[in-house]
C-alpha cells in the first residue's frame, strides 16, 4: 500500500494556511497560499499521493470542499465546537491551527460535521435568503406603524397592511402630511416588492425536480406546510444519517442540554447546539399544528396540564419531528393510525 498523506487545512476568506503530514506525523510541507480556485490547483500538484485533508467548518468551506473533494482520497470537515485542542491553546496561530487539524486527521481524533452534497448547499442557499426577506418584509411592516405613531394618527390594527386600506388611509387621513405620506408609500412598495421576490423563490424551490417529490409527501403530515417541509429537506439533507428520532430532536434544538460532575447536575431548558433554522419553523409550526390535527390537540392539552403553553408547544414539536423522520425514511405519505381500532 501507497503511504497516506494527511493535510490540515485553516480556512480563511483571502488565505488559507495548510500543513502536510506522513503517518508518522512529520512535517512534509506548511505554509499558506490565496484562497482562489487557481492557486488551489497550482497546489494541489505540488502535493505528495494519495493525500487526505480536514478543515474546520467555516462560511468558506463549501467552495473549497466541492473543489478540493475530487482530487482526494478523503476530504472531512471538522466540528468546530468539538476541536478542544484548538480553542483552549496558550498559542494559536494559522500555522498551529493547519498542524493541529492535521494531526486529528492523522490519529482519527477529528470530530467531523455531516457535510450536505453540493445541490443540497445550492438550494439552502436560496431558503436562507427567503428567510432574510422575509425579515426584512416584517421590518418594514413595523416601521410603517411606528411612522404612524410618532404622527399619532389612528389606524386598524389588523387591516394596516391591506393594500385597500392602506390607499384609502393615505388618501381620507388629515393627519398625514406629504413627507409622511411619501415614506409610507416607500415603505409599502418595498414590502410589497419582497413579498413578490419571497413567493418566486418559494415557488422555484416547490417545483424544483429535486425536491418536489419528498416536499409533497411531507406535507401530507398535518399542519406541515411547504416553509416547514423545505425547510426540514434542506437544512437536514439525508435523513439516513439520524439513527433515531431522539438524535433528530437534538439536532433540531428541542430538548435540553446537561452538565454534570459527580452529584451536581445542570439543564438547561433548550441546548444552543442546534440548527436554529429548523427549531425556528418546527416551533412556529408546533404552535399551529394543534388546529390541523386532534391527536396533536389532545398531546397539547396533555403537556400543557402538566407544565405549561411552551412546554406543550415542545412536545408537539418533538412528535412532528418524529412523523417527518419516519415519513422522510420511509418515503411514503403519512397516514394516521386509529390506536382504538388497532386495539380491537
Known sequence: MEPMYYIGL?????????????????????GSIPATRFDLDHWMKTLPQPWSAAMEATMFTGWIYDHLKPHAAALKVAHPLMLRAIAAAKKKNDRIDASKICDCLRCDFLPECY???TAIRERRRTLRYRNLLVR???QMKIKISSLLMEAG???????LHKAGYFRELLATNPDIDEGLRALLRQCRETVVRLGKTESALIRSLEHDRLLAQRVERLMSIPAIGPITALTWALEVGEVQRFSSIKKAVSYCGLCGAEKSSGNTVQRTPLSKQRNKHLQTTLIEAAKMAPRYSPTLALLYDREKQRGNANRATLAVARKLVAYLVAVDRGQTRFLAVDHEACAA
Do not use: F, T, W
Not at 10 to 16: L, R, S
Not at 153 to 159: G, M, T
Open 153 to 159: 394618527v389612528s389606524y386598524n390594527k389588523q387591516r
Open 136 to 138: 426584512q418584509m416584517v
Open 10 to 30: 485553516d480556512v480563511h476568506k483571502q488565505k488559507i494556511s495548510y500543513c502536510v503530514k506522513d503517518l508518522g506525523g512529520k512535517v512534509c510541507a506548511e
Open 115 to 117: 457535510m450536505a452534497p
